[in-house]
């Protein structure tokens, strides 16, 4: 999927080992998967790369921000992400990525591409609600949020005098009970 060989891992001419890769995302990355949620991104993921004699462990970590709109007010923000996620590739007999914590890759490959699953892992760290931390602090002032706040329901109090609601027949049994 990826149109650069920047996200491509070719595994067989690495030692057994650890191995560390980083790669600084932007919005160039995502316009390859179509994905247009985001005005501007700035996440660094940091892969380890850990070859073995049978498997590969690949752990990704990132961190960053990405530039979205307020989902109450509309006002763009930098949402602050981080996230990471685990990866074991196996060699077998077909291609298999049912799994997604297992990639089955066919014996006789020599590299892999990391791009899918690096565009996962941001896409699915963004929360599903974006709202601006000035709407939470109180510190925003926004036309929309003047607004919401016009049209919200008001509690009405309602002030009740308890002496006025007793009904006048229980106050004579009352007086029943302390004349004794």
């Known amino acids: 999927m990826s149109k650069t060989k920047e996200f491509l891992i070719p595994f067989v001419g690495l030692k057994l080992g650890k191995h560390h890769f980083e790669y600084q995302i932007n919005n ?61 590739v196996r060699f077998g007999d077909e291609f298999n990525n049912d799994n997604e914590e297992l990639l089955i890759l066919p014996h006789g490959e020599h590299e892999i591409d990391i791009a899918q699953y690096i565009y996962e892992m941001i896409a699915l760290s963004v929360p599903q609600k974006r709202i601006h931390p000035g709407v939470k602090d109180g510190s925003l002032q926004t036309e929309a949020l003047t607004k919401l706040n016009e049209l919200s329901v008001k509690e009405q109090k309602e002030e009740s005098n308890k002496e006025e609601d007793i009904d006048p027949r229980w106050e004579k049994l009352k007086k029943l009970l302390t004349d004794k």
Request: contains cysteine.
């Open 28 to 88: 160039d990355f995502f316009k390859n998967f179509d994905y247009e949620e985001f005005q501007s991104s700035d996440i660094k993921v940091k892969l380890l790369f850990e070859k073995k004699s049978t498997m590969l462990e690949l752990e990704f970590k990132h961190k960053g921000t990405v530039n979205v709109p307020c989902d109450l007010t509309g006002e763009d923000f930098d949402l602050p992400i981080k996230g990471k996620m685990k990866l074991i």
